[in-house]
């Protein structure tokens, strides 16, 4: 069937245009200029002038009697996208969908459904699980059930290491986005290295969770140091390096020196690193994370990244637990909150709205910037076109929403940002052109077909 999606807002290689997009056989095959008559939302040029209410404008609506008229021919699906974002679905390199082995947690199936409900259609999975994939008898397990079980594309992460040597990361090259020992660093050097040298032979990513653990828990240095490490190997192997989840000031600054000099480095950060700083911390399970909440000083020196070009991907490191493993504070809680489902619109009304980041910088280190580095360079791009797999978010940029982990399909129901009023809520999904995500709020407002 095909499907119209109608009115909405999308980024072009020309700014922000209201368009109607036809889907049809998992493709998008036409994009139409709004009829005479119905003129475009003014995009403010002045990031700090942007407002939900300016973005998206209500005179762009048009009555049902006049849609009905005009598509008299069309014998599929009209969606209604007055008010919404239309962007490319979104591409998450770092998240912990705890299968095979801690399905109590979350799984495949209710990972990616949540992934979906955030507007992602593309997930990379962390190999923090049992069995760790280090070899292609042990990746089987993880890809038989993304086979039987995944709403949207998963790709795994193989492990680095096996024990004190590394895995085997020649077997699994075809089938991970990259090779990471992600939950604790790699403390040797020499075992890092051998690791570059192998990535580097195999074109791969090392991506790494930079933790030394000689330093106390949330010592900002041990972070850095291992960043500081990594960025010399990089530079000394030629590998594709890639930093997980930077929270610091001095990490940013060792990434930004790092490319200067030539390094074939990238780095992500997480939604709650952007938002919220070490004076928002409260003793509830739901601020314990790994790496910790920084000061302001850390947070603005993240947001700079994201400015300069230095940070290109935002990431959620989505890691659910269950309630009891949340429970017990910040001192008897394990680390790690769920993030997947609520990353874009905290990001949009913390960041956007205020005139911080742009929407157009927002969409594209959420679409692009990961699916070109880990995954093709030609696959991704922040604008919708005629011709590309109709692999869609449609993002509510008016309605305001409070965020409540009840409401999550996540397993994990821990969230720094509950109770937060938020907008651009993702309300539909599309991978290749079917729905695998609508909002129940968006399924009641439709005429499904005309």
Request: with cysteine.
């Amino acid at each position: 069937m095909r499907i119209l999606l109608k009115g909405g807002t999308i980024l072009t290689a020309g700014g922000f245009e209201r368009r109607d997009i036809m889907i049809d056989r998992g493709r998008v095959i036409y994009i139409f200029p709004l009829r005479e008559g119905v003129s475009d939302p003014v995009f403010p040029s002045n990031p700090t002038d942007c407002s939900g209410q300016a973005i998206i404008s209500d005179s762009s609506k048009v009555s049902d009697s006049e849609d009905t008229k005009y598509h008299t021919d069309f014998d599929g699906r009209v969606i209604h996208c007055d008010n919404s974002f239309l962007i490319p679905g979104m591409t998450d390199v770092h998240v912990h969908f705890r299968q095979p082995g801690q399905g109590y947690k979350e799984t495949i199936k209710t990972g990616s459904a949540a992934a979906a409900a955030g507007g992602y259609t593309t997930v990379c999975t962390m190999p923090n699980v049992f069995p760790p994939p280090q070899d292609m008898e042990s990746l089987k397990k993880q890809l038989d059930i993304i086979k039987k079980d995944a709403a949207i594309n998963v790709i795994p992460y193989g492990r680095i290491s096996r024990g004190k040597g590394l895995s085997n990361m020649e077997e699994m090259k075809d089938h991970v986005a990259a090779y990471s020992d992600d939950g604790e660093g790699v403390r040797s050097y020499e075992l890092m290295e051998a690791a570059m040298k192998e990535a580097k032979r195999l074109n791969r990513i090392i991506a790494s969770h930079c933790e030394d653990e000689n330093f106390s828990r949330g010592d900002p240095g041990a972070e850095w140091t291992q960043v500081k490490r990594d960025a010399e190997l990089c530079l000394k192997t030629g590998c594709r390096y890639h930093v997980c989840h930077v929270s610091t000031a001095k990490s940013v600054e060792i990434v930004r020196q790092a490319k200067k000099a030539g390094a074939d480095i990238s780095c992500e950060v997480t939604p709650h690193h952007l938002l919220l700083t070490e004076e928002d911390v409260c003793d509830e399970g739901r601020f314990r994370m790994e790496p910790p909440l920084r000061s302001a000083k850390d947070r603005e020196a993240l947001i700079e990244g994201i400015l300069d070009g230095t940070i290109e991907i935002i990431a959620t490191d989505h890691a659910p637990h269950s309630f009891k493993e949340k429970a017990g504070g910040m001192a008897g809680s394990l680390p790690g909150v769920s993030g997947i489902e609520t990353a874009f619109p905290v990001l949009y009304t913390g960041l956007v709205l205020p005139g911080i980041v742009t929407l157009e910088r927002l969409i594209k280190i959420m679409t692009e910037a990961p699916c070109k580095r880990f995954i093709s360079e030609d696959k991704k791009s922040p604008y919708i076109k005629e011709g590309m797999p109709a692999d869609l978010a449609v993002l509510d940029a008016k309605t305001p929403h409070i965020i409540s982990s009840e409401k999550f399909i996540s397993k994990g129901k821990s969230t720094p940002f509950e109770g937060m009023e938020v907008r651009g809520v993702n309300v539909m999904t599309f991978l290749d052109g079917k729905v695998v995500f609508e909002a129940e709020e968006k399924k009641k407002n439709e005429t499904a077909v005309l």
